[in-house]
């Protein structure tokens, strides 16, 4: 797993995958599976070749807070969608909101995410619906991030390009990539079963 951007994917004659390039070390195999952030958006590669291109930008806000979402019941995790049409826009807002109780902050403490996908100029302002539910924001941490997507399947070069994280808190869009990226490399649908309960 490389955790360092890729200086240079390698291609035999043909055009297929033999390795990646990063750092002055070179990692053969048959196949890569990755991150549209490790592929270079928009720029050509050393067959011409444009691996991702960026279709939009979201936008998240990681804010913590010192007291549940005010009107959730006190509710240590939650989840709120702000339809685009009660705001005025063409894409809705997410909020997602987690405590201590699932070992990701201190106690006492909850943090919220609230994110979209930019329409304009002012991506802050887009999410201030959002920003608002949550009451008083302790710290608050803002990304505007691209949006990523894979300009071919993988399949005649083996470099399976996953898409960028999107701005649904959800994971439906994960869940769905997951299984598009599969199916591209595999060849077939994934298929998940529930585990068999071993009795003792």
């Not at 990692?27 to 490790?38: A, E, F, L, M």
């Not at 960026?54 to 939650?78: F, M, N, Q, Y």
């Not at 691209?146 to 470099?159: E, F, K, R, V």
Request: glycine content about 8%; some cysteine; aromatic content about 6%.
């Amino acid at each position: 797993m490389l955790d360092k951007p890729i200086d240079e994917i390698i291609t035999d004659k043909d055009g297929k995958f033999v390795g990646v390039r990063s750092d002055g070390e070179t990692v053969k195999g048959k196949q890569v599976i990755g991150d549209p952030s490790y592929f270079g958006a928009g720029q050509k590669t050393e067959g011409g070749k444009i691996r991702v291109v960026e279709e939009g930008k979201v936008i998240r806000a990681i804010c913590l807070l010192k007291h549940p979402i005010p009107g959730t019941d006190d509710s240590d995790s939650v989840q709120i969608i702000v339809p685009q049409n009660q705001v005025n826009r063409r894409n809705d807002i997410y909020i997602a909101m987690v405590s201590s109780t699932h070992h990701v902050c201190a106690k006492d403490l909850y943090v919220a995410i609230v994110s979209t996908i930019v329409e304009t100029d002012k991506p802050e302002l887009e999410i201030v619906p959002g920003l608002n539910l949550l009451g008083s924001i302790y710290q608050k941490f803002v990304t505007v991030s691209p949006l990523y997507m894979p300009t071919t399947s993988g399949q005649a070069d083996n470099i399976f390009i996953t898409r960028s994280y999107d701005a649904t808190s959800h994971f439906e869009t994960v869940v769905e990539d997951v299984h598009d990226v599969w199916k591209r490399v595999v060849g077939k649908e994934l298929v998940l079963k529930k585990r068999e309960v071993e009795v003792q």
